[in-house]
């Protein structure tokens, strides 16, 4: 499999770099809040530390609102306790009930609780006037004079006498490395994948999580699967496959818990082969198989909507328009192929692990929000329909906040010449090598060893192990090798470390956890283990550099 | 191959900044954009739709093989 993913793309060879790696100036810029990503979660992020007295930097990799995952994201749950027929801790406690006590409940009733003071915001800003997100993110933050650099590549956090200092990167317009001095720093770097074919996770590599990881943070999430389908035909397009989603004007969603998108249909794939048709849970899929992931009571699959297609013809379903018109997600449509997202957990399952409900991790100054916070908002499979988005933008806030207020309590640090020496030679190593592999066929081989089904959705140990050696492979023996010709594949080379990283947390987690629940599925461990695995896993670097796991029982705060 | 074409361009440099993947860059010489690493494209269409001529043309099929979990 990994020998047929690498065709068409260039492994080993000679390295021809078309710019010098000598001529990368360097250039320092400074920030009480340094907001890393210019999604949902960094807008408001940036907005919230600025009204709280911190002067603000954004940094993007790519561009303000049109960059990770936002600029697809089509509703937003808010809860009008006006018009909401159940109270916030009804709300809280059905979506425990469908998450399986997967979900922390603080951070879902926070979600809750201020979803609709954030959507009102946006509407002030004309988010829900056009289906492009840059013009509205940018009236708020020109109002408030916040500055944002777009297409930096942030490849560090900097770490001294213990707390955060800042971060650092490079442009991928020019030959220049940036250091940022901050006070506080938030991670609005999303969540990501294996670069899948499908879902537009598009330049989401868990660049957040990685860096993090590496100067001490603790991850979470990595075992759990978003389980979205894409189409069979052209499964590689993402804007076809989403059937006029993306040009769609953005809208609001109220309660209505579910339990959706975990690997339902990758068992039923594994078990019976293709076709599998129809689209998953909630939106008329049928169970064609015994066994496989548990739901809980009250969550049943659901049968075809009143009034909805016949088995196998287009059902429009979720997302699409009152006309019908207009189809929803991959999914809803024939045919389908496994693995869209491949790489990435449910939103908000995955990420760093919150030691408050203010966001804040277990390095002093260094927040995160969004999906780059393992929040479990929503716990291990989706519950309610639009709270991803609502989620980035509340946690964004109270992250922003939080950070601002750390900021008043902490002066700029000075960074070390030996870090940022050390920093410069890691950023440039993929310029500088002779020769070595193509970032993008080391990708491809990744892909190979990880999407397939019987790999990451239908997990056992043996092929867990198998797997694993291979990535452990490709960590020791092709990231040190990692070649780069420009400053594309520069960004690339750093992609695929961070991918291949990630990688090893979601085999090592997924061995970890011997039970099947949400969208973890365990065929050696099909049930639920509500003796041993009342908890979530924390995935972090221990002293001697090695990846360490260890368990965190649900509705706790880290110890 | 994804990104087509770009036939029209004014050189404004919204598909360059918009793109999520890094497909396009400007050119030195005749100062509008190109289709640069047509292998990263994930055919999102968040270029054509950004651009304000409407002069970016797509197509579903992805430039290298595709790797799915089943299908």
């Known amino acids: 499999m990994a020998a047929l993913a690498s065709l068409g793309t260039s492994g080993w060879a000679a390295n021809t770099p078309e710019i010098d790696a000598e001529d990368f100036l360097e250039k320092k810029k400074d920030a009480d809040v340094l907001v890393i990503g210019g999604g949902m979660a960094g807008l408001f992020a940036a907005v919230k530390a600025h009204d709280a007295g911190a002067d603000v930097l954004v940094v993007s990799k790519g561009r303000l609102g049109a960059s990770g995952q936002t600029p697809f994201a089509k509703g937003i749950f808010a809860y009008d306790p006006e018009t909401a027929k159940t109270s916030l801790d009804e709300f809280t406690d059905s979506v425990s009930q469908s998450a399986l006590g997967t979900n922390n409940p603080v951070f879902t009733r926070q979600m809750a609780e201020h979803s609709l003071e954030r959507v009102n915001e946006l509407k002030e800003w004309g988010f829900f006037k056009s289906p492009l997100y840059h013009d509205a993110f940018r009236i708020p933050l020109t109002e408030r004079g916040i500055p944002v650099m777009e297409r930096i590549v942030v490849t560090h956090l900097i770490r001294e006498q213990g707390r955060i200092a800042g971060a650092a990167g490079f442009s991928l317009d020019r030959e220049r490395i940036y250091v940022f001095k901050a006070k506080s720093v938030i991670l609005c770097t999303g969540a990501g994948g294996f670069k899948p074919n499908g879902f537009p996770i598009c330049d989401l590599t868990h660049d957040g999580t990685c860096m993090a990881y590496r100067v001490g943070a603790k991850v979470t999430g990595k075992e759990w699967n978003d389980g979205h389908p894409g189409q069979s035909e052209n499964p590689a397009a993402c804007y076809n496959g989403w059937h006029g989603m993306f040009d769609r004007k953005p809208g609001v969603t109220g309660v209505g818990i579910r339990h959706d998108l975990g690997v339902d249909l990758n068992y039923q794939a594994y078990m019976q082969g293709n076709p599998v048709q129809m689209g998953p849970s909630g939106s008329g899929g049928q169970s064609k198989v015994s066994g496989g992931p548990e739901r809980p009571e009250g969550f049943n699959r659901p049968g075809p909507p009143k009034g909805g297609p016949a088995p196998g013809r287009r059902p429009g379903g979720r997302g699409a328009d009152r006309s019908g018109k207009r189809g929803g997600p991959p999914g809803m449509h024939g045919n389908m192929v496994g693995g869209s997202s491949a790489g990435m957990s449910i939103h908000k399952s995955e990420g760093l692990v919150p030691i408050n409900e203010k966001c804040e991790s277990n390095i002093p100054g260094l927040y995160a929000a969004g999906d780059a916070l393992g929040s479990y908002m929503a716990g291990a499979i989706y519950t309610q329909i639009g709270s991803s988005l609502a989620g980035s933008a509340v946690q964004g806030a109270v992250a922003g906040e939080a950070a601002a207020e750390f900021g008043c309590t902490v002066t700029l640090q000075k960074i070390s010449s030996v870090s940022m020496g050390k920093i410069r030679t890691e950023i440039l190593a993929p310029l500088k090598r002779q020769q070595g592999y193509g970032p993008d066929w080391v990708t491809r081989v990744l892909q190979g060893i990880m999407i397939p089904n019987f790999v990451i959705y239908i997990k056992k140990e043996p092929i867990l192990n198998a797997a694993l050696a291979y990535v452990e492979e490709l960590r020791d023996h092709h990231t040190p090798m990692l070649r780069a010709a420009d400053l594309h594949e520069l960004r690339l080379a750093h992609e695929t470390a961070n991918m291949i990283l990630s990688a090893e947390m979601k085999l090592k987690a997924s061995l970890m956890r011997k039970e099947s629940r949400c969208s973890h599925y365990r065929l050696d461990y099909p049930h639920m283990d509500t003796k041993n695995w009342q908890a979530w896993i924390n995935i972090f670097k221990g002293t001697d550099g090695t990846m360490q796991l260890e368990k965190q029982p649900f509705k706790s705060w880290p110890a | ?71």
């Open chain 2, 1 to 71: 191959m994804s990104v087509n074409t770009i036939r029209g361009c004014i050189g404004c440099g919204t598909c360059v900044k918009t793109c999520p993947t890094d497909v396009f860059r400007m050119d030195g010489e005749t100062g509008k954009a190109v289709i640069r690493y047509p292998d990263a494209c994930q055919i999102c269409h968040l270029c054509r739709l950004y651009c304000p001529e409407n002069v970016i043309t797509i197509s579903p099929e992805k430039s290298i093989p595709v790797i799915v979990s089943w299908g």
